[in-house]
């Protein structure tokens, strides 16, 4: 199975393992919103509730009227700019180190690890 089919199948299952667990949450009689771990039958389920925020696609009036609305939105704007900045300034980091590498190649800076990956 391609990584693509392995993504593809558990998007598939992800409502059904949601809506079992949600059970499982009504069954232990624990609290709707629950976060945190439950044991089952020897695993433990880490239970999670990420929160997300897109109050930039708001649209109601009294929202986007709300001074913390435009603070919001061009602090989003500087969180981009700030995150594409960063992804070029790792590109250059890794671009002079690697220089550096060249020009040093026996260095005690230089960190080989290991990765082994089990295939069927």
Avoid: C
Avoid at 2 to 8: I, K, L, R, V
């Amino acid at each position: 199975m391609s990584a693509n089919e392995s993504e593809a199948t558990i998007a598939a299952l992800r409502p059904q393992v949601e809506e079992a667990v949600q059970e499982l949450i009504r069954q232990r009689g624990l609290p709707k919103d629950f976060k945190g771990t439950i044991p089952y039958h020897g695993f433990k389920i880490r239970v999670q509730r990420p929160k997300s925020f897109t109050w930039e696609k708001n649209t109601n009036p009294e929202v986007t009227s709300d001074p913390n609305h435009s603070i919001y939105v061009q602090q989003l704007e500087l969180q981009k700019r700030m995150s594409d900045q960063l992804k070029d300034m790792r590109a250059d980091v890794k671009r002079t180190a690697e220089k550096l590498e060249k020009a040093h190649p026996e260095s005690e800076s230089i960190k080989h690890g290991l990765t082994v990956a089990l295939m069927a």
